[in-house]
């Protein structure tokens, strides 16, 4: 018998019946919209994670931070002598560094993505593929709602979840 569905029917299907939600990750970096900005880039490292999300007082998301956004307010500095790694008002970044000071001279609000691109996590995955190709972004915050940030979906994520379909 022959197949009568051409073989991207099947990817749309399948990305039409998967919600966000279903691939999207909560592992997430969030701070709120008055925390300093070295607490954001604290997150960076700890997290592991090249974004974070800016949440008001409720955990509603009113602003984005990439570490691009960080890099082009202040750019880290080359570490000259390891003294420096105990100073409390250092942050360490591999090889470089910032300066605790300096960053908390900048108002996170000014830095941030003021109403970033989100998607709800009840939202079809085929809408995020979209919006992400559309937008040319690798990442979008996922909301519920009430806007209340709970989770992300990546690119990474949705090429990792392909390369699974594609080994079984």
Known sequence: MENKYSEDYYIKVLFNKLLVRDLMTTRIATVGEFDDLSSAQSKFLSKKMPYVFVVDKSQRLVGLLSQKYLYKA???????????????????????????????????????????????????????????????????????????????????????????????
């Open 74 to 168: 202040q750019s880290p500095r080359k570490m000259i002598t390891d003294e420096m790694q105990m100073s409390p008002d250092i942050i360490m970044d591999g090889n470089s560094y910032y300066s605790k000071e300096t960053l908390n001279s900048y108002y996170l609000t000014n830095v941030m993505q003021k109403k970033p691109l989100s998607i709800r996590d009840d939202a079809k995955l085929a809408e995020a593929v979209v919006l992400m190709s559309q937008k040319n972004v690798a990442c979008i915050p996922v909301v519920d709602s009430e806007n209340i940030v709970c989770g992300a979906i990546t690119n990474e994520l949705i090429m990792d979840y392909l390369c699974s379909i594609v080994k079984e």
